[in-house]
């Protein structure tokens, strides 16, 4: 074995135990924070009752952005496979209908584009990997529902997606059941909750624990409890933020 | 000259339709036709031609066909790219239809455990702590990538994922352009895929299945009609070519025999004539066919075509019978009288191509064959059977006041003593003088593929990489392991050349195979049960995966730490295997194996890669190769010609006896080959096999008018009678090739411009020289 070879594993490990004495630190914090959050959110909904339930094509219309625009996100994958979920964060470049960015900038630094039907995945230090979007269509789905909803387009969602909204304007959650048989199997639901014409948090929900859960805009501004658990981030969607 | 009627002669005819009837029911039913253009070529004599010629038939460049696609968007080719691929899979025809995407589904569970013998990684690696510990982060970012919904199954058996890199190893080094992961031209115009068939490019009937399955495929996908589908390649080639070669044939067919049948109507004057003549020559090409049937497996669809162009004399015959016939003298008696002409014409032609039989080209000497079964049963069937069925009788040529003045005018025509000679010295002067090449030593310029359709198919496959054809590095060994281990040795010299640029890529066996040995090298750095768990839950103390999920890698390691490496032959029966079956292929005893180029640039680094590999590796000029071929191929027929030529002489001396009358017969031939090739030559039309066919006929047919004209005696009646015969003879040979001389293929136009020329040559010439000035 020689050092270069060591060394890059060095660096990952130093940055995966930074994260994670960072994350220890604010586990106190965070206690805390929930637990308000817990007694806060169903208070605060008690409190302010939804003024009128919202309208899915006046929802999904005002959804609308003209790309090219670009959000932070924060995604934490859950699987089935890991103790705990992998977290990245960046930004997501929404350039058209069927192209999309995602630069990963934490914990290192990785580019997707989405162009067509390929998706291309540069990470530093490593040789481009493609594939054809056909083949994950997990990916795809989510892929449609998204650019779509970017689109501010109903009739589009709801051809692929069974789609129900509920909430109101200011804490709204639209629900998306795929319609096609095959991908139901993988994907059971593609959640997605907002606030007025933001959308917050992205949820490609999987058979069982697998997941992927992306906050979107403000959130990368949240501290992160530790371990990360599904529940929490679901809790953080729907409770409102600063 | 019209049809006997008395009941011998009704029975004779019933029974002659009936044996030429039950003749072409048997072939009919028997007849084999081959289509593989080596029987053409002389027997190899070299390693490379040996080579060239399994190339030719069987090798890899010729059964594949190039497919674009074009008329859409990028992201719909690519669909329809996909969707054509998905829908040929598992067809007979092809063994391998491919766009270029790599699919993990497609390596069966049957190999999927030889992943770790087959990837590279424990060349270089060890599954230890440190570098599963390295695998395990990795795989942690790319389970949050993207890409970790494909990846996410495959991590619990193949955390290394070897699978991706022997997949990956196996891809061409050369890429061609990609959109949507398929692949494209440069300009993205036009998506592009690979089909193998399993039939060579020579087997036209085979090809046209394929092409017609694709084609189906292609429509019920293209439901728009939007789409255009290419095919091209050597089997798309040899279907297209027999197409319009037949068409054509059929059509310049239907004209000659439509001017046949005018041209018999206006000479004598009755249907029965066009029958009794039809006869013969029915014969003619039956006794060849059974001839070559009987003593051959299979008759080459060229030796069919040359062989009936060539029986073209056959026809003359029953005509000089006709023509010679008159009232007065019973059929049987005018035959007698015809029958030493006819018989010296009909033997020394015979003797002429029975040379060919020892050509050692197989298809000239079917060619033979057929040619001599045909010539002797027209003969022998003008001489025996025909003059039995027509009637006592009918017109006598020798009346005619136009033919008479003819023959006079013809007669006094001045015939300088100086006119020969000095036409000899042209002549030669042509032939030595005049620039560019005699002979036509390029195979690719023979094709009869239009230059277009081969430009077009060149460019497509330069934007696929797919090999050089011209170039290949052969390595031969007594069995397949230690021709992998020889292409093993030579891959980083290989390697070195393309980074140097001299080639842009390569492809061998070894590629996909590694040997037995370094299978077992690998296997033998695989780490046992325990000592593989330790260093995984090293790896997976700081690594963000739970302990057990990896229980079936340790599975999967294990199992392959007992596998038997694997074999060529377990490989080949794979979907997999179909590259490698042609780069690696068993001749008796031997095994070759090939390493196919991609854009040569550097041929002398080549040559001394191949020097300088233990044992010697050969460099393939595929273009050498055909050309020394044909060279030798021409050597063969010309030295059979020289022998016919020295036979046809002995032939007619032992016939005409005297020197004076030898000479008469012989000059207008002589002279009208060596008119031909000095005009060929002076155009600039360098000689190709199917001139020297066209140059043999002609000589045939200028033997047979001497023969006559000089037989005519001094008899007005039968001067006359001759002239008509030749007459008749030669204006019906000239239109049938002067309407091949119309064709737009280069060999129907080669027979057809030769035979022409030779044609009038020879009438004129015979008429000037057989006859001695008044």
Known sequence: MTSGIHKPTRQVTATVTDMRTAATTIVAVLAIAMLWAMLWAPLRANATPAAEPVDAATLIRGLAKPPPATIDFIEARFSSLLKQPLLVSGTLGYEGATALDRNVTQPYRETTRIRGGSVRIQREGEPERSFALKR????????????????????????????????????????????????????????????????RCFAVLEDGKAATIMLLGLVTQFELPQPLTQEWLQRKCVSPWP | MALKRTRTALLLLAGWVAVLASFSWYLQKDLVVGTDLRLFLPNPTTAEQRLLLDEIGEGPASRMLVLSLEGADAATLADTSRALAGALAGNPLFRLVTNGEISLDAVPDELLVYRYLLSPTLDHDSFDAAYLHRQLLARARDLSSPAGVILEPLLPSDPTLELLKVLQ???????????????????????????????????????????????????????????????????????????????????????????MLVLMLVAYRTLGSIILSSLPLASAGLAGLLAVSLLFDAVHGITLAFGFTLIGVAQDYPLHLLSHHRPGQSPLQAVRQLWPTLMTGVASTCIAYATFLFSGVTGLAQLACFTVASLAAAGLTTRFLLPRLISDGGRDFGDSEFLGKLWQRIATLPRPRWAGPALVVVCLAVIVLAPGPMWENDLSNLTPVPRDLLMRDQEVRTQLGTPDLRYLLVVKAPDDETALARLQQLDPRLQELTGSGAITGYNHAARYLPTRDRQTARQQKLPDPATLRNALAQALVDTPFRADVFDPFLRDVERARHLAPLSLDTLRKSPLGAGVDMLLTRHGQEVTALVTLTGVDNVAALHQLADQATPKAVLLDLKAASESLVAEQRTRLLWSLSIAAVLLIGVITLALRRRQRVLRVLSPMALTTLILVAVLHGAGIPMTLFHLIALILAAGLGLDYALFFEHAADDPHDQRRTLHAVLVCAISTLMVFALLALSSLPVLRAIGVTVTLGVISNFVLALLLTRDTP
Do not use: C
Not at chain 2, 169 to 192: C, H, I, M, S
């Open chain 1, 136 to 199: 994950a269509p997990e990916l795809q789905s989510l892929l449609h529902a998204f650019t779509a909803l970017l689109a501010g387009d109903l009739a589009a969602v709801e051809r692929d997606f069974q789609t129900t909204v509920s909430g109101n304007l200011d804490a709204w959650q639209i629900s998306l059941q795929p319609r096609d048989a095959r991908l139901a199997k993988r994907v059971s639901r593609i959640r997605i909750d907002g606030r007025n014409d933001q959308p």
């Open chain 2, 169 to 259: 190893a196996w891809q061409p080094l050369q890429e061609p352009n990609r959109l949507y992961d398929v692949w494209f031209d440069t300009a993205g115009k036009r998506a592009l895929l690979i089909a193998e068939t399993v039939a060579p490019a020579f087997d036209p009937d085979r090809q046209r299945a394929a092409l017609e399955a694709l084609q189906q495929a292609f429509h019920t996908l293209d439901s728009s009609g939007r789409l255009r589908l290419t095919i091209s390649g050597p089997g798309s080639f040899s279907v297209l070519m027999e197409q319009r070669t037949r068409a054509q044939a059929q059509t310049l067919g239907t004209a000659a025999t439509l001017g």
